[in-house]
């Protein structure tokens, strides 16, 4: 069984739980998520498979899961973005926050998300068991596509979107 990490509001570890239970009873637990750029400053967006146990069929950024325990979030993003995208490239934590939302199949996220970025050009190889499709594009034409249809978009990257477009556009001054 699976296992996450469960933490304080300071990400202080304070047990261990199965990833459905935690979800079920909406328990504060370590997670992470990851904004793969290209060079021409495009977001690489997945689109989750149908069959994963929330949020399925649904956009999010490039890569999202828990670390295991006594594993960094570094590593778990970095082992993440490789089994989900097969893409490897060093990655850097650029904020973190929490937040808590209901999702399908009465479950919920709550979750002290770390963020994290990176910059990618090469060949995508998607896990199909977690990834169903994805796609590039710009802060503007995602931001676009989130006001038409927000419904179609992960909880957790409606929260994170606007704070690493705020770093994306800061870097480009």
């Not at 146990?53 to 082992?79: F, I, K, Q, V």
């Not at 931001?143 to 909880?155: D, G």
Request: aromatic share 12%; hydrophobic share 35%; net charge negative.
């Amino acid at each position: 069984m699976e296992k996450v990490v469960l933490v304080d509001r300071n990400d202080n570890q304070i047990g261990l739980m199965g990833k459905m239970e935690a979800h079920e009873k909406a328990l504060l637990h370590r997670a992470f998520s990851v904004f793969i750029f290209n060079s021409n400053g495009e977001m690489l967006l997945q689109k989750r498979a149908v069959t994963k146990y929330h949020c399925g069929g649904m956009w999010a950024n490039t890569c999202c899961s828990h670390p295991r325990e006594h594993e960094s979030d570094l590593d778990a993003a970095t082992r993440r973005l490789k089994e989900e995208m097969g893409i490897e490239t060093p990655l850097s934590e650029i904020f973190n926050f929490i937040y808590k939302a209901e999702l399908d199949k009465n479950l919920t996220e709550h979750e002290f998300d770390h963020v994290f970025v990176g910059y990618y050009d090469g060949e995508i190889s998607l896990n199909k068991a977690e990834v169903e499709d994805y796609c590039f594009g710009t802060i503007e034409e995602i931001n676009e596509k989130i006001q038409l249809n927000p419904s179609h978009y992960t909880p957790w990257f409606l929260i994170a979107f606007p704070r690493v477009s705020e770093w994306w556009k800061s870097k480009q001054l």
